[in-house]
């Protein structure tokens, strides 16, 4: 569906890179799983990995899997050009992909090389996890994040015998912090920091109600998904250490 494909665009692109000296990581992923029928989209800027799953049926009984690299701009320029109706199709060829939506077909070139793969990296072991409102969650991080210094990060400090999460930016004097609802299952607390604009990117991807926080602890990996977990949509994000407040 077109809606469903310009949205899932929109969640993994915010996770590509911005460096034209890496070339690689400025492109969208664009896996497509026959055998499954899945269309795999992924995005990464090494800080940061976003993937998407959608439903896809080749056109074809006999159509097989494919593994190529568009790039995120013009993916989203394309993306953003659909309607919000009707089936998009995907042709690849050696170098470049098309899609077609209602007539129009629109061709864009390939990138050369790989992302790297996220199957190992989204492998969590026994993490906590916390499940907090989405939309509190948001308005919390803008409002702390207003007195963040650059790229310091907002701490989030989860208890699970208080159910909550302290949200905290800032140094010395200048600090703003919050407390909201939350619950924490795997651990007693766990203490986590992420660059706020990438944090906010993360939250901002999704649209369900509540979202739960995957992590293992500070300065590793820690990945939001919806509430129900589901594989469809994963947000990675590399936790900094806390910042001493």
Avoid: C
Avoid at 12 to 38: H, M, S
Avoid at 103 to 125: C, I, N, Q, S
Avoid at 228 to 235: F, K, M
Wanted: net charge negative; glycine share 8%; proline share 4%.
């Amino acid at each position: 569906e077109a809606a469903e494909f310009a949205a899932a665009v929109a969640d993994v692109a915010v996770a590509a890179g911005r460096d034209d000296t890496l070339p690689a990581l400025t492109g969208i992923r664009l896996g497509l799983d026959a055998e499954a029928g899945a269309m795999t989209l992924a995005a990464t800027d090494r800080y940061r990995f976003a993937v998407r799953t959608l439903p896809w049926k080749a056109a074809d009984a006999g159509g097989g899997s494919a593994d190529v690299l568009v790039s995120a701009r013009r993916l989203t320029e394309i993306a953003r050009s659909l309607g919000r109706s009707g089936l998009v199709s995907v042709a690849l060829d050696a170098g470049s992909a098309g899609f077609e939506h209602a007539g129009t077909r629109t061709t864009v070139r390939l990138l050369d090389g790989r992302l790297p793969r996220h199957d190992k990296l989204f492998a969590m072991e026994s993490p906590a996890v916390a499940v907090v409102d989405r939309a509190r969650l948001v308005e919390a991080v803008k409002r702390v994040s207003v007195v963040a210094d650059g790229d310091s990060p907002v701490q989030m400090a989860f208890s699970a015998a208080d159910n909550s999460v302290h949200l905290q930016a800032g140094y010395e004097d200048d600090v703003a912090s919050q407390r909201l609802p939350a619950t924490l299952e795997g651990a007693r607390e766990m203490t986590v920091a992420f660059n706020p604009g990438y944090l906010a990117d993360a939250l901002a991807s999704f649209d369900e109600p509540s979202l739960r926080l995957l992590m293992m602890g500070a300065g590793q990996r820690a990945m939001v998904t919806g509430e129900a977990g589901s594989d469809a949509h994963r947000h990675l994000l590399m936790s900094v250490k806390p910042p001493l407040l």
